[in-house]
């Protein structure tokens, strides 16, 4: 076997388990830009089609030039209602801006293939305003939209009220999760097999070593 071979399976032992970061609300077209005029919680309802690993939670920012406020961010499950993670996104330009959402990192959280609703508060004086009554949204294919999620609230509570009236969803909250790379899937390996991959490729380029 060849020094660059040997390398090259190490490289690939390193890399199987290797995870991709993805946006889960990724576009929509149409609506209305809107603030509230009283405390709301704005969001979407979605089923997660299988296990995904949230890292970043975000908001809407209309003019990608920093927020006027800072807003809390959610996701619940449909089912007990629990909520599952949460987040603060300051004001100003402190998030990451990221296809005109701020993220900020959480510690990482599982949403396994299940129903969930995802909403953020939007005080009575926030200056920063929210896309409502969308006419689509695009969604990363690990994610199915449901419709728009809405209550009157100052904090995160789970938000019970019908919101059909507001269309497909209210565009405000979006979150980043980690899935498995596209393809078959394909187990990961455990620390014992990486280390001994490891071993076996350094043992064969000692060996190749001394042969020279």
Known sequence: M?????ILTIVLFASVSARAETVAALSFSGGLLAAPAADQLYGWFFTANHT?????LGVFDSGGDGLGMAHEVGIFRVSDRALLGSATVPSATSGTLLDSFRYVSVASFELLADEYVIVMTMPGSSPDGQFINNHSVTTSPDVTLHGAAFIASHTLIYPSWDASVFGSAMIGPNFVFASAPSGPSVPEPGPAILLLGGGLALGLL???AIRR
Do not use: W
Request: glycine share 0%; hydrophobic share 30%; charged share 45%.
């Open 206 to 208: 000692r060996r190749r």
């Open 52 to 56: 995904l690993d949230v890292t970043q």
């Open 2 to 6: 060849s020094k660059k071979l040997a």
